[in-house]
């Protein structure tokens, strides 16, 4: 998911990709898929929405993370689930740098388990706080699509694309 339409050729049509796919169409996005030619486009939504059921990352536990810090910034409802080899898998790693800067984020053992329930607004108010602490442990996982790194520690946060509206007062 990105502010753009995507092309990918050679898309890579594994358990983990696909799965990634359906969440980004549960998302609001548009998939397009050319399988003679191998083809995948990605067409975002104008705002991402609330699904109206419960986001299957199957295996992908790096699709989980970076979904869990997607749908942090997202006001709405998500609910992150997937195999039972994913759901025996830690995610603190995740969740306790995102609950730094506000996230709801619920799972069973406080969190360090999927299923994984986001509560998402706007917790990237703080963000500024704590920086440093999703930097340098989620480093791996922030989704490329909504922050950017910029410089050796700076995050830019597009808030617009995430639906976050400023008051002018």
Partial sequence: ????????????????TMDSLKIAQKLGAIIKD???????QIIPP????????????????????????LLAGIDGSFVLTGDKYLRSRPM???????RTIGAKIDGREDGNKAPLHIRG?????????????????????ID????????????????ERIGIKRSKT
């Fill in 121 to 141: 607004g706007k917790l990237l108010e703080m963000l500024g706080f704590a920086k440093d602490t999703i930097y340098n442990r989620l480093e791996a996982d």
């Fill in 34 to 40: 050319d399988t003679e030619n191998n083809i995948i």
């Fill in 92 to 98: 603190k790693r995740v969740t306790d740098p995102l």
């Fill in 46 to 69: 104008e705002k991402l929405t609330e699904p109206d059921d419960i986001l299957d990352c199957g295996n992908a536990g790096t699709g989980m993370r970076l979904y869990a810090g």
């Fill in 144 to 159: 490329p699509f909504t922050y950017e790194v910029v410089g050796e520690k700076d995050i830019f946060v597009s808030e």
């Fill in 1 to 16: 998911l990105s502010y753009k339409p995507s092309i990918i050729k050679n898309y890579l049509r594994a358990e983990d």
